[in-house]
């Protein structure tokens, strides 16, 4: 009798072992809580700092992409930029860089279970640049823009993140991306003393991110 009693207990408890291990194999740990999803998806926004053209330029971003077995996101994302080339206090114009970019994500993410991992997204796609100026004239409140030239180009942007699990639906990523793109060429203006390169785009990236989902 005694034997059956311990034959039994030793089943029941190789059985919710074997469950609490499975059930640790699925789980994503966070700060705050684990959840089990095996597939999930997200979106998120992001704000980055870069330079082009070797001026100061905020980019800010949304992305979205479907999570295969918490190890691989496939998705979309895409970034506008701007900056300030220039100011001309006589005339008060400024010569601003501006655009946009976007495309395939590719999202491979190391460790996910872990609170802190890392992931090494890639950006493929195309995007466009525009060379403007704006003048104010004397009595007027807004700003007259003008594109004086713009151009298209196909980008890559890979990168690398460290991501931290803060609940089941939250992540904050802090990450480095180089972006790189076909040569871009935007011709020199008489009012503006500014040579631009074909290669003004490419450059390292250095932004955060707040993604929203199931992960």
């Given amino acids: 009798m005694k034997t059956k009693i311990l034959k039994t207990s030793l089943a029941i ?4 072992s074997s469950s ?19 597939n999930g998806g997200y979106g998120g926004i992001t704000v980055s700092y870069s330079q082009i053209a070797n001026k100061d330029a905020i980019l800010v971003g949304a992305q979205g992409a479907w999570i295969l077995n918490h190890g691989i996101g496939i998705g979309l994302a895409g970034f506008g930029f701007a900056n300030e080339l220039d100011y001309n206090m006589q005339n008060d114009t400024r010569y601003v860089l501006s655009g946009g970019y976007g495309g395939l994500l590719i ?47 196909v980008v890559i942007e890979p990168g ?35 040579e631009f390169e074909t290669d003004l785009l490419h450059g390292f990236t250095y932004g955060i991110s ?5 992960f």
């Fill in 13 to 16: 408890c190789l059985i919710l």
């Fill in 20 to 38: 609490f291990l499975m059930a640790q194999d699925n789980e994503v740990s966070t700060v705050f809580g684990n959840n089990n999803y095996q």
């Fill in 107 to 153: 999202e491979p993410i190391i460790l996910p279970k872990f609170p802190v991992h890392i992931a090494f997204p890639i950006v493929i796609g195309v995007g466009g640049i525009a060379y403007t100026d704006t003048e104010k004239w004397l009595y007027e409140t807004s700003e007259n823009w003008y594109v004086d030239d713009a151009d298209a180009f």
């Fill in 160 to 194: 690398m993140e460290i991501e931290m699990n803060l609940v089941s639906f939250m992540r904050l990523s802090l990450g480095v991306k180089y972006r790189y793109t076909s040569n871009v060429r935007l011709d020199n203006f008489d009012s503006q003393k500014y």
């Fill in 210 to 214: 707040l993604k929203f989902g199931k």
